[in-house]
Structure formats: C-alpha cells, structure tokens
C-alpha cells in the first residue's frame, strides 16, 4: 500500500528549483494543487491521474503527491511547465523520490548514486582526490 507521507513513496514527485529561486512568490498550496491538475489535463493526462496534495521541503522543493493508483512515472512524460505552475517565471527539474545513496572511499566522496545509478564522479577524479 503506498504512503505519501513516507520519503520515497512512489506517488511523490520532487520540483527542484534553480538556486536563487524566490519561493516565497507561490500561491497557496490548495491554488497549486488545482493549478497543476489543470496543466497535466491540458497536457494529456489520463482523469484519472490527479496531484492530490503538496507541500515543501527544507531545501524549498516542491513535493507533489498524486493519488495512490498513479505513480509518479505515470505522469513525468505529462509535467513540461510544472515548475512554472507552482511559482510563477520560474524553472527547475523534476525527479522521482527516489532513495540516493552516498558512496565514499577513504572518507573521500565518490558522488551520489540513486537507483538508476545516476551521477557517479570518474575514478580519475577520485583518484586524485585520495
């Protein structure tokens, strides 16, 4: 069964914003959620596939939850624009919850790896830095 509440949850999609992002010009979270539902309408999505809820993060990401029969995956190809829905000019990535993991040698670190294994540093420029 999911839980949205639970880091990783597969209903959770993270909006990013770019450094130096005013977060503080977002509507309302309930605005939002409306907002975004009638983009991935517009977009092409399944009724079915709604957000049913956001909210925010200590590093001022955006979490959209879905309801529990979508994932996450199912909306992704349907999200162009969201960043801009939830603040207003503004731009960011748009990821999955998904678990990193941090991978270090000798204290030295190697990068962070999520479970597609995603930006991992070279062995060269660990090498160097050992």
């Known amino acids: 069964m999911s839980n949205p509440n639970k880091a990783h949850d597969p209903t959770r999609l ?13 509507e309302d979270n309930l605005t939002i959620v409306n907002d975004i539902n009638q983009l991935l309408k517009s977009n092409g999505t399944p009724d079915n596939q709604v957000v049913t809820a956001v909210k925010w ?8 939850i879905t309801c529990s029969d979508t994932t996450v995956a ?11 829905v939830i603040i207003p ?5 748009i ?7 941090k991978i270090e040698v000798n204290n030295v670190k190697t990068g962070v790896r999520d479970s ?15």
């Open 14 to 26: 993270v909006v990013c914003f770019l450094p130096g992002t005013n977060t503080t010009l977002r």
């Open 57 to 64: 993060n200590l590093q001022r990401n955006c979490i959209v």
């Open 74 to 84: 199912d909306i992704i190809p349907f999200t162009e624009g969201i960043a801009n």
């Open 89 to 93: 000019g503004a731009t960011g990535t």
């Open 95 to 101: 990821r999955e919850n998904k678990k990193w993991f």
């Open 116 to 130: 597609n294994g995603k930006d991992i540093y070279s062995s060269e420029f660990i090498h160097e830095n050992l």
